[in-house]
């Protein structure tokens, strides 16, 4: 190969991996772990009101789903990636893992996780309001309670939340180039769950709920602020101690995340799943109880 085509290849590589579409959250596995784990915490009351606010709901085509479930509606607003309807900034809170910001530079006019968080569970929870806005906002908050709960979703190293941070796992097979974000996403929740499927919740998930119910027992409520708070801290003394690491820089080669780093990460990404579908479920038995 010639130097001038080596150098536009280089380019187009580039190119590629600068605008590679974002991870926006946890992995289909993930966010279905914290819906089934919800579903068997409800209350017979919030059980019905979710059964109800789920009948008729609607694809992003508008098309009939026949979704009836917390777990199976758990990745609808992934699925909304590419339409107008999507709102990416909702997935996340880009707070700073060096030093601190103000909220309202990493969260400009209320379009963040925990911000979006708090009004969508007042949409729910308000018996006026529209049947069909009541639907969605209900399939926002699941995901989004997933979401801020895993530590990439509330942290941010001037590296678009670990985007652009490549790493390999050491002695575990991923598909193609990884990056931080995106192992934290899926590859350390099949590692943490014990699982082949990346699509499917864990055999064991009525056990997990249970012992959901006494982690959130222990660590208590909390509100989206306090979830964000969480993560970041998890982030700044777990997934973002990596050999090598900068504030406010990319390293330049792939990081190899060890087996140390792995264990640590997998006993987060576990009791994050566990603890966002016990609040998940605790927050719904609440919004949705009668007045």
């Known amino acids: 190969m010639n130097m001038r085509k080596s150098n536009a290849l280089a380019v187009v590589l580039a190119l590629a991996w600068a605008y590679a579409p974002l991870a926006?959250?946890?992995?289909?596995?993930?966010?279905?772990?914290?819906?089934?784990?919800?579903?068997?915490?409800?209350?017979?009351?919030?059980?019905?009101?979710?059964?109800?606010?789920?009948?008729?709901?609607?694809?992003?085509?508008?098309?009939?789903?026949?979704?009836?479930?917390?777990e199976a509606v758990s990745v609808w607003a992934d699925e909304l990636y590419g339409t107008p309807s999507a709102h990416a900034t909702w997935h996340y809170?880009?707070?700073?893992?060096?030093?601190?910001?103000?909220?309202?530079?990493?969260?400009?006019?209320?379009?963040?996780?925990?911000?979006?968080?708090?009004?969508?569970i007042g949409v729910l929870a308000d018996r006026r309001a529209a049947p069909r806005d009541r639907n969605e906002a209900l399939k926002w908050v699941v995901h989004l309670v997933g979401d801020i709960h895993q530590p990439m979703h509330a942290s941010d190293n001037d590296d678009r939340g670990g985007n652009r941070v490549q790493v390999a796992l050491w002695g575990v097979r991923t598909r193609g180039r990884e990056n931080l974000h995106r192992a934290w996403d899926s590859d350390l929740v099949q590692l943490a769950l014990n699982t082949r499927n990346r699509q499917q919740t864990p055999d064991d998930i009525e056990a997990l709920?249970?012992?959901?119910?006494?982690?959130?027992?222990?660590?208590?409520?909390?509100?989206?602020?306090?979830?964000?708070?969480e993560s970041n801290n998890l982030a700044r003394n777990v997934a973002y101690h990596y050999p090598g690491v900068a504030c406010d820089s990319v390293p330049q080669n792939i990081v190899v995340l060890d087996n140390g780093y792995q264990s640590d990460a997998e006993q987060i990404v576990r009791e994050r799943l566990l603890l966002a579908g016990g609040r998940l479920a605790n927050l719904l038995n609440q919004a949705l109880a009668s007045r």
Request: aromatic residues 6%.
């Open 24 to 70: 926006l959250a946890w992995g289909p596995q993930g966010h279905r772990t914290v819906g089934a784990i919800a579903d068997r915490l409800l209350t017979a009351q919030a059980h019905a009101a979710v059964t109800q606010l789920l009948s008729g709901d609607l694809d992003k085509f508008g098309n009939l789903s026949g979704r009836t479930t917390l």
């Open 93 to 120: 809170d880009d707070v700073p893992i060096c030093g601190t910001q103000p909220k309202a530079r990493y969260c400009p006019d209320g379009q963040c996780n925990t911000e979006q968080l708090k009004r969508l």
């Open 209 to 229: 709920a249970v012992e959901a119910r006494g982690l959130v027992n222990d660590a208590g409520q909390g509100s989206p602020d306090q979830w964000a708070f």
